[in-house]
Structures are given as structure tokens and as C-alpha cells.
């Protein structure tokens, strides 16, 4: 079983849909959470950390479970551009250094 | 430099050739990790080196990878006696400060290196 569990859909959604992710993670280690963007045959880039109180930014929105080991993003009125991986990401202390350890990604197409 | 540069972008190898690929992190980065992605898949840690001091390489898949950081900036990973399987764009990342510190966790990405072994 991988650390980071994602659907890896893809998830098909007209422009304009709020469209929701969900990821769960296994090590209770884990101290910190990120989602990244994967844009088709570029680099991650980190979009933005999640807080158990839950975070928004503009039209996306996180939250983290604790408790449940669970995180979300929520991502409200699609637009074209938001077509890409969205990659969950926990961070844990690991010998010495801070370990990234990712799911392997959501497709998200949206559609005209 | 202003970001993270890797070399060759691009590397279609015979499977049982030796490659090497380079990473050249953010100047006066203290953290550089390397990742592979393979087709479909999330980036997976390869190892991690703080300066020079490499202090995690559980993440090589076998004894046919080495990576080295000489002189705590330019990184290079080789591969010798390529397999199909390594077949993935190689990812490496810097972040500028190192252990627990706050932003150890904030990493830059390079565009990646993509293999190819035929």
C-alpha cells in the first residue's frame, strides 16, 4: 500500500464546476501537507500547503483530517487552465531532513 | 542561478550504457533531493543530500545508481547498465535551508531530465 493515496481519475468537468479531490496518507508521522501542480510534461510546483484548520486561495480551498488521515482540495469554478496532476504531498522528518513523499496525482480536464 | 537547471532535458540510451545526468540546484541551496516519476506516477525519492553529505540513498532501486554532490552544489546521478525500467524523467529539487528548519520543506523543482532506454 503507497504512503499517499489519490484517485487517479481522470476527472472530466465542464467550465465553471467545483470539483473536489481527496487523498489519505498512512504514516501519522506525517507533520505537514502540501497539493501540487503538475502541468503535462513539466516540473511539480507546489500550489499550496493545507492546515488542519483549512485554507483557501482564491477559488481553492483545502482542508486536513487528522484524525482521519485525510486531505482535500476543492477547487470552485473550473476554468480551461486548471487542466493538469494535482499532486498530494505529505512532509515528515526522516533522518535528519524534511521528506516529501507524494501520491501519484488526480487528472483534471476541464472542458468548454 | 535563478532556477533549478538539469542536463541533458533529454536522454535516449541502448539498454546497458552507462548515463550520467546533472543537476545544478539554486546557488546557496543546502538541500537537494533527487525523484523519479515514472509515466503515470508521482515523483519518488531517490535520495537526499545536505551539502556534500549524502544522508539518505534508500530510495536508489538497486546498486546501479550513484549519486554525488562533490563539493555541495552541482549533483550528478548516474546509471550504469541501463534497463528499461529506468525508463522515467528524473527529477531534482534544492531548497535552501536543511533539517528541521522552517522552509526545509519548500522545494523547487527542475524541469527534469527525461530517460528513455531502448
Known amino acids: 500500500r503507497k504512503e499517499v493515496e489519490q484517485d487517479p481519475g481522470p476527472f472530466n468537468v465542464p467550465e465553471g464546476a467545483t470539483v473536489a479531490f481527496n487523498c489519505t496518507y498512512s504514516?501519522?508521522?506525517?507533520?505537514?501537507f502540501f497539493w501540487y501542480r503538475q502541468d503535462c510534461r513539466k516540473e511539480p510546483k507546489l500550489l499550496m500547503s493545507v492546515y488542519s484548520s483549512g485554507n483557501e486561495d482564491g477559488r481553492f480551498t483545502a482542508q486536513l483530517n487528522r484524525a482521519s488521515q485525510y486531505i482535500s482540495l476543492l477547487i470552485r469554478d473550473s476554468k480551461l487552465s486548471d487542466s493538469a496532476t494535482y499532486l498530494c504531498?505529505?512532509?515528515?522528518?526522516?533522518?535528519?531532513?524534511?521528506?516529501?513523499?507524494f501520491g501519484t496525482g488526480t487528472r483534471l480536464l476541464v472542458s468548454p | 542561478g535563478a532556477g533549478v537547471s538539469q542536463s541533458p532535458r533529454y536522454k535516449v540510451a541502448k539498454r546497458g550504457q552507462d548515463v550520467a545526468l546533472r543537476c545544478d540546484p539554486i546557488s546557496g541551496h543546502v538541500s537537494l533531493f533527487w525523484y523519479q516519476q515514472a509515466l503515470g506516477q508521482g515523483p519518488e525519492f531517490l535520495t537526499y543530500f545536505q551539502n556534500e553529505a549524502q544522508l539518505d540513498k534508500s530510495g536508489l532501486p538497486s546498486d546501479r545508481f550513484f549519486a554525488e554532490r562533490p563539493e555541495g552544489s552541482v549533483s550528478t546521478l548516474k546509471i550504469q547498465r541501463t534497463q528499461q525500467e529506468d525508463s522515467a524523467v528524473y527529477l531534482c529539487?534544492?531548497?535552501?535551508?536543511?533539517?528541521?528548519?522552517?522552509?526545509?520543506?519548500?522545494?523547487?523543482f527542475g524541469a527534469g531530465s527525461r530517460l528513455t532506454v531502448l
Open positions: 504531498v505529505v512532509n515528515r522528518m526522516n533522518t535528519g531532513f524534511q521528506k516529501l513523499v
Open positions: 529539487a534544492s531548497s535552501l535551508v536543511a533539517g528541521a528548519a522552517r522552509g526545509a520543506n519548500v522545494l523547487t
Open positions: 504514516n501519522s508521522a506525517s507533520q505537514s
